[in-house]
C-alpha cells in the first residue's frame, strides 16, 4: 500500500490514467486554438471541445449547447449566480439558499448582499437537509434563484433535488445546484429534476484541476446570464477568454468514465464507506457519524470522535490522508460552519475527521485505516482525563473549571 494512504477523495482526486492518455495529444501535436475558424489546427481543437462538451452533458442529462466551460466549479458557482442576478435583476432581487453550502456559493451571495440584494439562508436539519415547506415559504414574488448543493462536502449528505426542483417550476423561479460532489457520484438528471444551472468541476472527478463546467439550461425556461469575464465573446457570449482544449479533453474524459462506471462505483464505495464505519464503532465508543445516514455521497464518511482533538488525531494518524472540515477552509482554527449549522456543539465539531473513498481505494486500505484510526483515538483517549471522567459517569456540563494561575 502506498503511505499515506489516500482517504481524502472529496478535497480532489488523482487524475485517471485514462484522461491523462487522452489530455496529452493536446498539449503538442494538437495544440490548436479552438476558436481559430480557418486552419486544420482550429478545427481539430474545436472538435475536440464538442466532443467534451457532448460527454459532460451526457453525465447530467443535458444538450452539448447547454455546457459552458470555466476554469473550475468556483468560477461556475460564481456566473450562475452573479449572473442571474444581474440579468433578472428587473424581476426581483430575492436569492435562496442555505448556511451549509460551500463557500463558493456562500460568498458570491454574499456580495451580491452589499450590492443590494436579499438573500435568505434556509436552516437545516440535523442531517444538513433543508426542509421543503421552509423553502415553499421563502419564495417570494422577487425570488429569482434558489441555490442549493446536490451533495455536501463535508458530510455528504444529498439534497432532494427533484422535489426542490419541482417546486422551483411551480413558483417560476431558476434552480442552480453546486453539483461539484455530486457529479458522477450520483445518478443526476437536469431535466427529470427541474434544474436549470448546474456547476461541476474537474478535479473531483478524476480529471485535471483548474476546469470546470456550467450547465445552463437553453429552454423550459431560457436561461439567460449577464457575463462575468468579458472579451472575445466565447462561450455563446457567457464566458470569455481561449478555451483549455488539453483540460476541457480531460474534462470530457472523465465525465464519460464516471458515467459508464457510475452503477458498479456507486455499489463499491457505499460498501468500502460501510466496511469502514462498522469497524470504527466495533473498536471505539462515543463516535458520532455527521450527515444523514443513507441520504448521502457513496464514498464519504464523516465522524467526530468525542474527547479527542481533531487535529491532534490527525497528527497521531499519519500514514492516512484524511481532513478536518473542509479542505477549502481547514486551515481555519474555527470548528466547522457545516457542522454547526445541523447542531453539532463545538466540542464535537473539533474532533471530526472527513473520510474521503474513491476509485482507487482497495478494502486493504480502508481496514488499515481503521486500525490505525482506532489504535490513534485509544491512545489520545488515554491519555485525555475528560474521557475517564466521561466514563466514571460525571456529567461534563456540570464541571466548574476553576481559572489556571500564573
Sequence with gaps: MKNPIYLDYQATTPLDERVLEAMLPYFREKFGNSASRN???GWEAEKAVDQARAQVAGLVGGDAKEIVFTSGATEANNLAIKGVAEMYREKGRHLISAPTEHKAVLD?????EQEGCEVTLLPVDRYGAIRLEELARAIRPDTVLVSLMAANNEIGTLHPLAAIGKLCKERG??????????????PLDVDAMGIDL???????????????????RRRNPRVRLSPQLDGGGHERGMRSGTLNVPGIVGL?????????????????LTALRERLWSQLRAGLDEIHLNGHPTERLPGNLNVSFAYVEGEGLMMGMSELAVSSGSACTSASLEPSYVLKAIGVGDDLAHTSIRFGIGRFTTEAEVDFAAQR???????????SPLYEMAKE????KSVKWSPTEH
Excluded: N, W
Aim: aromatic share 6%; net charge positive; charged share 20%.
Design 173 to 186: 423561479v431558476l434552480f442552480h445546484t453546486d453539483a461539484t460532489q455530486g457529479v458522477g457520484k450520483i
Design 198 to 216: 448546474l456547476s461541476l468541476s474537474g478535479h473531483k472527478v478524476y480529471g485535471p484541476k483548474g476546469v470546470g463546467a456550467l450547465y445552463v
Design 39 to 41: 486552419h486544420a489546427y
Design 252 to 268: 470530457g474524459c472523465a465525465c464519460a468514465l464516471a458515467r459508464a462506471e457510475l452503477a458498479s462505483e456507486t455499489v463499491r
Design 393 to 396: 459517569g460525571i456529567d461534563m
Design 373 to 383: 484510526v482506532v489504535a490513534a483515538v485509544q491512545r489520545l483517549r488515554a491519555m
Design 108 to 112: 458570491p451571495l454574499k456580495r451580491l
